[in-house]
Nanobody
Framework: QVQLVESGGGLVQAGGSLRLSCVAS????????MGWFRQAPGKEREFVAA????????SYTDSVKGRFTISRGNVRNTVSLQMNSLAPEDTAVYYC????????????????????WGQGTQVTVSS
């Protein structure tokens, strides 16, 4: 059974930073792509960033480019999301996801391409 566990969420003032981490267990994830999604109250889940098993160039949604950085840990079954210059509109539950799709590069924003999800971690940015 694959499990993804997120951590690092919390309350931060606008302009501050948070670092989210996701640890995967149960399988070897060296050939898995990893992504972050978020869901604000009353809104659909939206793509934030992804990093690919066969490509070191991550993908980001436009609203976080230049502020967020996705990276793999020294251990290949971890992924982090460094979030800087946070704004109130970044408030959401953030989810880690893993995908076995070999060409996820072409569909990183599609949540149906990810087969495994964490339980989510709350990020709240106050103005």
């Amino acid at each position: 059974q694959v499990q993804l566990v997120e951590s690092g969420g919390g309350l931060v003032q606008a302009g501050g930073s948070l670092r989210l981490s996701c640890v995967a267990s149960g399988r070897t994830f060296s050939e898995y792509s990893m992504g972050w999604f978020r869901q604000a109250p009353g809104k659909e889940r939206e793509f934030v960033a992804a990093i690919f098993w066969n490509d070191d160039n991550p993908s980001y949604t436009d609203s976080v480019k230049g502020r967020f950085t996705i990276s793999r840990g020294n251990v290949r079954n971890t992924v982090s999301l460094q979030m800087n210059s946070l704004a109130p509109e970044d408030t959401a539950v953030y989810y880690c996801a893993a995908s076995t799709i070999w060409n996820l590069r072409y569909y990183p924003m599609d949540p149906t391409k990810y087969g495994y999800w964490g339980q989510g971690t709350q990020v709240t940015v106050s103005s």
